[in-house]
């Protein structure tokens, strides 16, 4: 009988692995975030619906959206006066619904980021993928919530040095150029020395050395 069983209890013969919760995840995603082009004016509504699930699931998971909603927030603040400037008046609608595409089309991800493990990522990549292609995916989605952090952390140290990067300073087009140097380029530069961190510890790894690369096996509590 290929079914076991454990005290009388007959096991399922499929259950779904972290992996295909994962792939599930993945799949998801990719829909969302392309809706959020393709779909006419009139059906966003329903997608907004959709990532609203999304945010509450996170927010059960016990996962910040400050970070998110201030990305979105600054879309917002740098595409309107744009607008404004290059349309008139009567295209800010116009510039509202682009900023709420754009946002709706990174919602997916972050969510995709903070529910499931780099690991689980990289491995269903790699179904379909060379194994190089879905190792540098996967850690680039991984390094999501720690740039956050980093790039918050970097904007608190350079306005407490006296930079004039606060959400004040910055309504003056002025300080734009001193937002680049102070926060822009340094998150650019330790996301370089991350990366090459990265990749010694894969090839100290052995990793590219067989043909079909192992991944970090998944814990009871997730299969």
């Not at 946002?103 to 179904?127: C, D, M, N, Y």
């Amino acid at each position: 009988m290929w079914a076991k069983e454990r005290k009388g209890v007959r096991q399922p013969y499929f259950r779904l692995s972290a992996s295909h919760y994962c792939a599930a995840a993945l799949l998801l995603s990719l829909v969302l975030s392309s809706s959020a082009f393709f779909l006419p004016n009139s059906a966003l509504g329903w997608l907004i619906v959709i990532d609203a699930i999304l945010v509450l699931h996170c927010v059960y998971l016990k996962n910040k959206v400050s970070a998110l909603l201030r990305i979105g927030l600054a879309q917002l603040a740098v595409t309107l006066p744009l607008y404004y400037l290059i349309h008139g008046e009567n295209q800010l609608l116009e510039g509202v619904i682009v900023v709420l595409r754009v946002f709706l089309a990174l919602l997916p991800g972050w969510w995709l980021s903070a529910t499931q493990k780099p690991e689980r990522i990289g491995e269903v990549l790699s179904w379909g993928l060379p194994a190089k292609w879905a190792f540098v995916i996967a850690a680039s989605i991984g390094l999501l919530p720690y740039m956050l952090q980093e790039t918050k952390e970097i904007y608190a140290m350079q306005c407490l040095r006296g930079a004039n990067i606060t959400p004040k300073a910055l309504r003056n087009p002025k300080n734009w150029p001193e937002l680049i140097y102070c926060v822009v380029l340094p998150v650019l530069i330790q996301l370089l020395k991350l990366s090459k961190q990265m990749a010694k510890a894969a090839k100290l790894r052995h990793f590219g050395s067989v043909a079909k690369p192992t991944h970090w096996p998944a814990t009871r509590e997730e299969e």
